[in-house]
């Protein structure tokens, strides 16, 4: 069921994502070549406690961390470790929540480490600027599957593929919820957007082919080629006047 939420519950979610965005601001910031990913997850959880909000991730399905921290060929919830140590020429994606007032703020991005190569760059910038062309789409009217034809599209154009498996979210009072937001799909189809849905767009997008595998840890999804991947993702809101960003710092 997908619960639409009042003007004054999205003011709510903007705080928690608000604090999500500074918790991934702060982690971004942590990354550079020789640090941990321990060192930056405890950025990304400074923050997160610094103001008085609860880090989402912690305990969900017994997830042990604040952050999900996954590098180069890891798609995605990278369990953050003392031992993994960031190395130059790195892409390493940060997801984080926030649980404040109630409400959940959920978003990720791929930072490089120092220099990385120009194909890289190439799929950090293609993945972000899917997911704002994807979040153009989100405007009461439209449907799930407009959101995600336009990621998928903008990706592949490029060269780039779309993970299958994950998907965005609704997100509100928890962090999952209905319905589910792919970056694949086909225009004019799936569930027609509504003034009040919150909903977390969040492409994971491969170099090479999208297929993935799953490490034994329990967690991290890698792709099966061992060719680099980006994450970025932002908890939404549609709106009367459009698709407004919830994650800004
Ligand atoms: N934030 C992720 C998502 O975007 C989920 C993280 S799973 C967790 O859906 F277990 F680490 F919380
Ligand atoms: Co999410």
Redesign the pocket.
Known sequence: MIELKTTGEIQKMKDACKIAAGALHAAGEAVRPGVSTAEVNRAAEDFIIKHHAYPTFKGYNGYPAASCISINDEIIHGIPAKSRIIQPGDIVSV?V?ATFNGFVG?N?ATFAAGEISPEAQRLCDTTRESLYEGIKMAVAGNRIGDIGSTIQRYCEERGFSVVREYT??G?GRV?HEDPSVPNFGTPGRGVRLLPGMTI?I?PMICMGSPAIKQMSDGWTVKTRDGKYAAHF?HSIAITPDGPVILTIA
Request: no cysteine; proline share 0%; glycine share 18%.
């Open positions: 997801d929540g959920d990720a965005g979210h997100v962090m977390a969040e993702e």
